[in-house]
C-alpha cells in the first residue's frame, strides 16, 4: 500500500515561489512513476508535472514550463514541486499521485493509482 502525504500549499502573491513536498511511502520511487496534478472548482484534473521511476526523467506541459520542477529525494522518500512565477490561474488544490503502470500517458490521471489528499495553493492578484 502506498501511502502519499502533500504539504507546503498556502497563499502567495502574483509572482512568489511555493515548495511543495509529498511525503511516500519507502520504496515508492523505485517501483512507481510520479506526478503533481492540480484541480480547481469545475474544472478536471490536470497534469503539472511527473518523473519516472527508473530513469528519472520528467516532464512538464507548457502551461507549468520554465515555472515549475518536479524533483525528488530518494533518501527522504520526499517528491517535490517547485513553483516560480505564481499566477492566479495556478491556484488549486495541488495533488502528488504514484502509478505503477504509467506508460507513455504519463499526463493522465487515470494512469495512477494512489493519490494523496491534496493541498491548496492559492495566488492572489
Known amino acids: 500500500q502506498v501511502q502519499l502525504v502533500e504539504s507546503g500549499g498556502g497563499l502567495v502573491q502574483t509572482g512568489g515561489s511555493l515548495r511543495l513536498s509529498c511525503a511516500a511511502s519507502r520504496h515508492t520511487f523505485n517501483r512507481y512513476a510520479m506526478g503533481w496534478f492540480r484541480q480547481s472548482p469545475g474544472k478536471e484534473r490536470e497534469f503539472v508535472a511527473g518523473i519516472i521511476w527508473n530513469d528519472g526523467n520528467t516532464y512538464h506541459p507548457d502551461s507549468v514550463k520554465g515555472r515549475f520542477t518536479i524533483s525528488r529525494d530518494n533518501a527522504k522518500n520526499t517528491l517535490y514541486l517547485q513553483m516560480n512565477s505564481l499566477k492566479p490561474e495556478d491556484t488549486a488544490v495541488y495533488y502528488c499521485?504514484?502509478?505503477?503502470?504509467?506508460?507513455?500517458?504519463?499526463?493522465?490521471?487515470?494512469?495512477?493509482?494512489?493519490w494523496g489528499q491534496g493541498t491548496q495553493v492559492t495566488v492572489s492578484s
Open positions: 499521485a504514484a502509478g505503477a503502470q504509467v506508460g507513455s500517458d504519463y499526463d493522465s490521471p487515470f494512469q495512477y493509482s494512489y
